[in-house]
C-alpha cells in the first residue's frame, strides 16, 4: 500500500509539524521547551518540598489545588502551542492571477514615472476606513485584523503576537488558550510562592535561624526566588491581555495604535461588541473558529499539481516585483549627514531617542542637529510614540507616517533597522543611517527583539510600494 | 487538543461535496469576494457577477450567497449555548476539544452539504460549479464556468 501524503508535508509555511500533522508549532521551539522546563521544574520542587509538610500542617487542599492548577497551565500551554493560531490558506493560482488582475491600474501616458500597481484597498467596516494590505507572499489581501508572521511565514488571523515562549503565533484560533494560559500560570505562581513562603515561616517558628528552615527546605528557596522573579512579569501580562481582551483588541493593533484617534479624525474600534463583559465573552468564549489549513488532508494529485504552480508563480512574479520597486534609498543626494532632507525628519528624531537611550555614556554630537529638524506633522507621530519604543522599537509603524514620500519611508525602514541591528555604541550614528535595507538584518531584528508584528518585512514593503502610488489607492467599499 | 481540529475538513476534502476530484483548472471562474462591512464574521457580497449573466438567474444566485451568508451567521452567533460550550471547555481546561465537534465544525458540515446539493440542482446543470467557501480559507466563493477556457 502506498504511503498516503497529507497536506501538512506540502504546506508553504515555515511551521514545524509533529505527530503526522495534528500539532503545529513555529519554527523555532527552543524557547518553549525553556518554557515548559521552567514551569515543570518549579511546580516539581513545590510538590516535592512544600507539598507534603502544607499537607500535614495546613490542609491537604494544597496539593490538589497546585495540581489542579498545575494541570490546566501545562494543558492551556499545550493547547495554544501546538494549534493553529489561524493561518489564512495561500491563494491558488487563479486567485492570485484575478487579484492582480483587478489591482493592474492603466498606466497614463502623460505620467513621466512608472507607478507600482496600488498594493492597499480600502474598505468600510461599520462605516470605519480600514486598510487591507497585499500580502506578496501569500497573494491574497489580508482580511481585516489580519497581519503576516514573518517567522512562521503565513498570514495569520486576527493576528496578535508571534510569542516564542509558547512556541507559536497567537492569533484568533488560540488566542483564548494563550489567555487562559497567561491568567492561570499568574494564579499557579502566585499560588506557588505564598506556600513557599508559607512553608519557610513556619520552619523557622520556634525561633530557629533562617538558615536552619533553608537546609531543611532548599527546595522551597529556590521555588520562591523564581516566583519572586516571575510572577511580576506575569501578572503585568495577565492585566495586559485582559485589557485587551475587555476592549476587543490585539496587541498588534495595541502597539500600532490604530483605534487612537489621530490628526483630528475620530476612530473607534469598529470590532469591539461595545461593552466590556460582551467584549471578554466574544474573545473568550465566543464560537470557536475552525482551521481552514485542513493539514492532515490527504493530497491529490490535482492538489499536488496545484502547490507545485503555486511555488512556480512564486518565482516568476518575485521577479517583476523587484522591478517594480523604483525607490532608491540614496537617490536624495544627501552626503553623509542626512540632518538636511525635510522627509526624514521623523525618522532621525526617533533614532535620535532611542540611541540616546543605547548609549547614553557617549551620545554622539551627530545626534543634536538631526534631533532639531521635526518638519513634517507625521514626525509628531511617531515622537510621541518614543517612550514605547525604547521598550521595544514596535511602534514604528511605517504605516503610520503617511505623508512621506516614498524615498523617506524607505530610509525609515533602513534607519531604524541599522540602528538596531548593530548596536555597537562606537559607530558613529550617521554611518549606519544609510545602509540600505537588508533581509537579513530585518530578520536578525525581529529575532532580538522578537517583536514582529508592526515590522514585519512584507508590511515594510508595502509600505515604500504602496505609498509610492499613493494617487492610484483603490477605493472600495465593501458592496 | 488539535486531533479534533482537522475532523470536519477532512471529511469535506474527501467528499469536496463535488464527488470526484476537485473543481477543474484552466476554466473561467468568477470569485464572490467577503463582505466585511459588518466586521469580521464570515460574510459574502450579494452583487451578481455579470459573468454568469447567460447562465444563471439572479434569483437562484441570491438564494445561494443568502443561505451561506445564514449558515455561517449561525455558526459565528454569539448565542448562549455558544457561551456555554466555551466556558465549559475552558473550564477543562480545554481538553473536552480531544472528543467533541464545536457548534462552528458542525455548521460547516452542514455548508458543505448545502454546497453540495446547490452543485447538483443548481450549478452542474448550467455548467457551473461552486466550490465550498472552506476550501478557499473563507476568503471567497469561487464559481467555476467548466466549458469556457480562462481568459
Ligand atoms: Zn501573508
Ligand atoms: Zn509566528
Same mark, same amino acid.
Given at each position: ?91 491558488? @493560482? ?17 505620467? @513621466? ?16 476606513? $480600514? ?34 515562549? $509558547? ?46 528552615? $533553608? ?63 460582551? +467584549? ?96 513634517? +506633522? ?7 510614540? $518614543?517612550?514605547?519604543?525604547?521598550? +521595544? ?11 512621506? @514620500? ?74 | ?9 477532512? /471529511? ?22 467577503? /463582505? ?110 467548466? /466549458?469556457?477556457?480562462?481568459?
Amino acid at each position: 500500500m502506498p504511503r498516503i501524503t497529507r497536506k501538512w508535508e506540502l504546506f508553504p509555511g515555515r511551521n514545524r509539524f509533529c505527530c503526522d500533522g495534528r500539532v503545529m508549532m513555529a519554527p523555532e521551539t527552543g524557547v518553549f521547551y525553556v518554557t515548559v522546563c521552567l514551569i515543570a521544574g518549579t511546580s516539581g520542587l513545590f510538590f516535592a518540598f512544600d507539598c507534603p509538610f502544607l499537607a500535614e500542617n495546613i490542609t491537604p487542599a494544597i496539593p490538589v489545588i497546585g495540581g489542579l492548577l498545575f494541570i490546566f497551565v501545562m494543558s492551556a500551554l499545550f493547547r495554544t502551542s501546538f494549534s493553529d493560531p489561524g493561518v489564512i490558506p495561500r491563494a491558488t @493560482p487563479e486567485e492570485a492571477a484575478y487579484i492582480e488582475k483587478q489591482i493592474e491600474v492603466p498606466n497614463n501616458g502623460n505620467s @513621466p514615472t512608472y507607478r507600482p500597481p496600488p498594493r492597499t484597498k480600502e474598505v468600510l467596516v461599520r462605516g470605519q476606513p $480600514v486598510k487591507l494590505k497585499y500580502c506578496f507572499t501569500c497573494k491574497i489581501f489580508r482580511p481585516p485584523r489580519a497581519s503576516h508572521c514573518s517567522l512562521c511565514d503565513n498570514c495569520v488571523e486576527r493576528f496578535d503576537h508571534h510569542c516564542p515562549w $509558547v512556541g507559536n503565533c497567537v492569533g484568533r484560533r488560540n488566542y483564548r488558550y494563550f489567555y487562559a494560559f497567561i491568567v492561570s500560570l499568574a494564579f499557579l505562581c502566585v499560588f506557588i510562592f505564598a506556600c513557599a513562603v508559607t512553608h519557610l515561616i513556619m520552619l523557622t517558628r520556634d525561633n530557629k535561624p533562617f538558615l536552619e528552615a $533553608v537546609r531543611l527546605s532548599p527546595g522551597s528557596v529556590v521555588v520562591g526566588v523564581v516566583c519572586f522573579f516571575s510572577v511580576w512579569s506575569i501578572l503585568g501580562l495577565a492585566g495586559f491581555h485582559t485589557y485587551l481582551a475587555t476592549s476587543n483588541q490585539t496587541t498588534n493593533e495595541d502597539i500600532k495604535g490604530s483605534f487612537t484617534s489621530k490628526r483630528g479624525q475620530e476612530s473607534f474600534n469598529p470590532y469591539s461588541q461595545r461593552n466590556i463583559c460582551g +467584549n471578554c465573552f466574544y474573545v473568550l468564549c465566543g464560537p470557536a473558529p475552525p482551521s481552514l489549513i485542513d493539514r492532515r488532508g490527504v493530497v491529490t494529485p490535482e492538489y499536488r499539481a496545484e502547490q507545485e504552480r503555486v511555488s512556480e508563480d512564486c518565482i516568476v512574479t518575485d521577479k517583476t516585483y523587484g522591478t517594480v520597486k523604483i525607490v532608491q534609498p540614496q537617490s536624495n543626494g544627501v552626503a553623509v549627514p542626512i540632518s538636511g532632507s525635510d522627509d526624514t525628519g521623523s525618522t532621525n528624531n526617533l533614532v535620535s531617542n532611542h540611541q540616546r537611550q543605547q548609549q547614553q555614556p557617549h551620545s554622539s554630537p551627530h545626534v543634536e542637529p538631526m534631533n532639531g529638524n521635526v518638519v513634517n +506633522n507625521s514626525s509628531q507621530i511617531v515622537s510621541n510614540e $518614543v517612550p514605547l519604543a525604547s521598550l +521595544n522599537l514596535a511602534p514604528i509603524d511605517i504605516d503610520e507616517i503617511e505623508p512621506l @514620500p516614498a524615498p523617506g519611508i524607505r530610509q525609515t525602514g533602513c534607519t531604524v533597522l541599522s540602528t538596531a541591528g548593530l548596536e555597537s555604541p562606537g559607530l558613529p550614528p550617521v554611518a549606519t543611517v544609510m545602509t540600505p535595507l537588508s533581509a537579513s538584518r530585518l530578520r536578525l531584528l525581529q529575532d532580538t527583539t522578537m517583536i514582529e508584528s508592526a515590522l514585519d518585512l512584507d508590511s515594510l514593503e508595502e509600505a515604500s510600494i504602496g505609498r509610492g502610488s499613493q494617487a492610484g489607492l483603490i477605493k472600495l467599499g465593501a458592496i | 487538543m488539535p486531533m479534533s481540529n482537522h475532523t470536519p475538513l477532512e /471529511d469535506m476534502s474527501a467528499g469536496r461535496g463535488q464527488g470526484g476530484g476537485g473543481p477543474p483548472q484552466n476554466c473561467l471562474k468568477v470569485y464572490i469576494q467577503r /463582505d466585511y462591512s459588518e466586521g469580521t464574521m464570515v460574510k459574502f457580497q450579494t452583487r451578481f457577477p455579470s459573468e454568469l449573466g447567460d447562465r444563471l438567474d439572479r434569483q437562484s444566485f441570491e438564494y445561494t450567497i443568502n443561505q451561506l451568508n445564514n449558515y455561517f451567521a449561525e455558526a459565528e452567533r454569539a448565542s448562549c449555548s455558544t457561551y456555554c460550550e466555551g466556558c465549559l471547555a475552558c473550564l477543562t481546561g480545554y481538553l473536552i476539544y480531544i472528543c467533541t465537534e464545536t457548534h462552528y465544525e458542525k455548521c460547516l458540515r452542514k455548508i458543505a452539504k448545502f454546497v453540495s446539493e446547490q452543485n447538483d440542482r443548481v450549478y452542474r446543470p448550467r455548467g457551473l460549479l461552486l466550490t465550498d467557501p472552506t476550501t478557499r480559507g473563507l476568503r471567497l466563493i469561487e464559481i467555476s464556468v467548466l /466549458d469556457r477556457p480562462a481568459s
